[in-house]
C-alpha cells in the first residue's frame, strides 16, 4: 500500500520561498517515479515537476527555474523547492507515483492528502 503524507505549505508573500515535503511508504522513491501535482482554484490538476527513477527531472513549464524537485532516499522523502512565487502558484500541492509513457506523464491513483500553498500579492 501506497502512502503519501505532503506538508509545508503555507502562506507567503509573492517573490518569497517554501519548500514543501512528501514523506512516502517503504522505499517506493526509489522504485517509482515521483512527482508534484497541484490544483488551484477553479483549474485541473496538472503536473509541476517530476522525478524519475533514475533522478531526470522534469518541470512545467511554469515552473522552470524557480522550482526544483529533490530526493532523500534516506529519508523516503521528496522535495519541492518553491521559490520567486508568484500569486497563480496558489493552489494545493499534492504528490504523486506518476508513470511515464514515451514523454508523457501519467498520475496513478496514488495520492497525497494535500498541502495548501498561498501566495499574496
Known amino acids: 500500500q501506497v502512502q503519501l503524507v505532503e506538508s509545508g505549505g503555507g502562506l507567503v508573500q509573492a517573490g518569497g520561498s517554501l519548500r514543501l515535503s512528501c514523506v512516502a511508504s517503504?522505499?517506493?522513491?526509489?522504485?517509482?517515479?515521483m512527482g508534484w501535482y497541484r490544483q488551484g482554484p477553479g483549474n485541473e490538476r496538472e503536473l509541476v515537476a517530476a522525478?524519475?527513477?533514475?533522478?531526470?527531472?522534469n518541470y512545467a513549464d511554469s515552473v522552470k527555474g524557480r522550482f526544483t524537485i529533490s530526493r532523500d532516499t534516506a529519508r523516503n522523502t521528496v522535495y519541492l523547492q518553491m521559490n520567486n512565487l508568484r500569486p497563480e502558484d496558489t493552489a494545493v500541492y499534492y504528490c504523486n507515483t506518476p508513470r511515464l509513457f514515451d514523454t508523457t506523464w501519467y498520475a496513478s491513483d496514488y495520492w497525497g492528502q494535500g498541502t495548501q500553498v498561498t501566495v499574496s500579492s
Open positions: 522525478i524519475t527513477r533514475a533522478g531526470t527531472t
Open positions: 517503504g522505499s517506493i522513491i526509489t522504485t517509482k517515479h
